[in-house]
């Protein structure tokens, strides 16, 4: 998955009110024997069978489907989900964040998230930031009276800020894992940034 800096991410929302939005509805079974790492296939998956009926025709009442949020996000369109509470529960399956994230999804927006599911997220580069429930509704009811509105994520600030009102909260993000995002660093990249480090401790061992 695309490896970017986070900083201060704005932009439009596409909410996803499901509460318990698990693993299966995120990305159906059936794509977990892929052998690809494609970001689009994953992407193209993204709640596939809500999106999608079973003769492939777009599910209208969906809220993918429709106008304005059908936008493709990979065009710099819709970067944060609002979701349902205990957004990716279910299955462990490493591929619902590959989803998420080929979809062109930074940052996921939730009052609860299952905990693997929101480790996932992270090694995806994709943020999950927990708010109240109240302010999770005050999104939402902020998106449905006006599709366009922003959200602001600041990262160094750890704040998140409906723009609309003003009303702003702070989230907790694990200090490694922000300074992972911020940097765009995987595991691996961490160690390889490290690793002078590491070998002057191994020669004092």
């Not at 209208?60 to 369109?77: A, I, L, R, Y």
């Not at 429930?133 to 704040?159: G, H, S, W, Y």
Request: glycine share 6%; net charge negative; charged share 20%.
């Amino acid at each position: 998955m695309a490896k970017q800096k986070f900083n201060i991410i704005e932009s439009t929302c596409l909410p996803i009110q499901i509460d318990n939005c698990n693993t299966d509805l995120i990305i159906p079974a059936r794509y977990l024997a892929s052998t690809t790492r494609d970001p689009k296939f994953f992407g193209d998956a993204f709640m596939h069978d809500l999106r999608y009926a079973a003769d492939g025709t777009p599910v209208d009442d969906f809220v993918m489907n429709q106008n304005p949020f059908s936008e493709t996000p990979s065009e710099g369109v819709r970067e944060i989900i609002i979701g349902g509470q205990n957004w990716g529960s279910g299955s462990s399956r490493e591929h619902a964040a590959w989803a998420i994230a080929g979809y062109g999804v930074r940052v996921v927006i939730s009052s609860s998230f299952a905990d693997i599911h929101r480790n996932n997220l992270l090694n995806c580069f994709v943020l999950p930031v927990v708010v109240s429930e109240d302010f999770q509704q005050e999104l939402f009811a902020t998106i449905a009276a006006d599709a366009n509105a922003k959200v602001r994520v600041d990262v160094p600030e750890q704040t998140v800020t409906n723009l609309t009102t003003g009303r702003s909260e702070h989230f907790e993000i694990n200090g490694y894992k922000k300074y992972c995002l911020m940097n765009a660093l995987d595991d691996i990249d961490f160690l390889m940034e490290n690793t002078a480090k590491i070998e002057a401790y191994e020669q004092q061992a």
